[in-house]
């Protein structure tokens, strides 16, 4: 007479318990996962320029040589020209006070050297090729320095005209809108470029 009436009722418990067996011994013989993680994509790069401007600059890893020179270029002749906003704004604010900060000899050569400067820049831009793709963006800032070119003569003008200050004034605004709008411009520059690279 047989002891155990279900002698297969173990089957089942000792394939289980290979499976662990072996499912234990297999994890122990794989490599070691590494700890080192690179991590590559960055975020969004905000540069505060002389006069409060700030530019906001998305990385554009993957462009090529020529075209990262192209926008360092943008980005050097963009911090220039708001350093000559700040200075314009700062003397036209002088020659406005009462008593005045500026005298006109003063705020005439100050002006006179914010337009040398302006022409400088867009001089500057005008030396640049675009990398393909780019071009629109390229009209678009040159659009913008010419403004500003256009403006800081308005206000040399305005300043020695006989007017009381509203055409100055007026020039003077306008140069600031045109130096934002040129922030703008290399912005969007820079995130077009990442869309064009190779």
């Known amino acids: 007479m047989n002891p155990d009436p279900k002698p297969g009722r173990w089957i089942l418990p000792l394939v289980v318990l290979g499976m662990v067996a072996f499912t234990y011994f297999f994890v122990r013989e794989l490599p070691e996962a590494s700890t080192e993680t690179t991590l590559v994509a960055g975020g969004d790069t905000s540069t505060t320029l002389p006069g409060g401007s700030t530019t906001t600059s998305t990385p554009t890893?993957?462009?090529?040589t020529a075209t990262q020179a192209y926008l360092d270029e943008l980005d050097s002749i963009n911090g220039d020209l708001q350093v000559q906003r700040t200075e314009l704004v700062a003397v036209n604010t002088a020659?406005?006070?009462?008593?005045?900060?500026?005298?006109?000899?003063?705020?005439?050569?100050?002006?006179?050297?914010?337009?040398?400067?302006?022409?400088?820049?867009?001089?500057?831009?005008?030396?640049?090729?675009?990398?393909?793709?780019l071009e629109a963006n390229?009209?678009?800032?040159?659009a913008s320095l010419d403004l500003a070119l256009n403006s800081v003569t308005e206000a040399l003008e305005g300043l020695r005209s006989t007017d009381t200050g509203e055409r100055r004034n007026a020039a003077v605004e306008s140069y600031v809108t045109a130096s934002t709008d040129f922030d703008t411009n290399v912005t969007n520059t820079h995130n077009a470029a990442g869309s064009v690279a190779p």
Not at 102 to 127: H, I, K, M, P, Y
Not at 138 to 142: K, L
Request: glycine share 10%; charged share 25%.
């Open 61 to 64: 890893g993957g462009v090529d």
């Open 95 to 133: 020659f406005n006070e009462e008593p005045r900060g500026v005298e006109f000899s003063e705020a005439e050569d100050r002006f006179a050297a914010v337009q040398t400067a302006t022409q400088g820049l867009v001089d500057r831009l005008a030396a640049v090729t675009p990398p393909a793709g």
């Open 138 to 142: 390229q009209t678009a800032m040159q």
